[in-house]
């Protein structure tokens, strides 16, 4: 697989996907002065590692997310609006990072 984006996260969360089944990232980042706050949902994980700090996720699609161990559930007010619907109506599940996944 072709290796894809790198996505530096402000804030994350590890959500499972039931209807199919896999583990999603989302994440948020914060666009200061000038730019939009963001969001994305990642493709199913498929591979972590622990770099200086960081939880590097790798997803399907060859795309890394660089994750601080300590951002983990600070998704700021925009983001947590963003996801409690899915999360609200059962779509996605949140789970917590474990070290030994």
């Known amino acids: 697989m072709t290796k894809g984006t790198t996505h530096k996260a402000d804030g994350w ?3 499972h996907e039931p209807t199919h089944g896999v583990d999603r990232l989302f994440i948020t980042t914060s666009g200061g002065y000038l730019d939009s706050d963001t969001w994305r949902l990642s493709s199913e994980i498929t591979d ?3 770099e200086a700090g960081y939880i590097i996720f790798t997803t399907y699609s060859g795309s ?3 994750c601080h161990r300590e951002m983990e559930r600070r998704l700021g007010a925009y983001g947590a609006s963003v996801i409690a619907p899915a999360i609200e109506e059962g779509r996605l599940v949140p ?7």
């Open 48 to 50: 972590r590692r622990v």
């Open 64 to 66: 890394e997310y660089q």
């Open 13 to 15: 969360i590890i959500v």
């Open 95 to 101: 789970r917590d990072y474990e070290e030994n996944s």
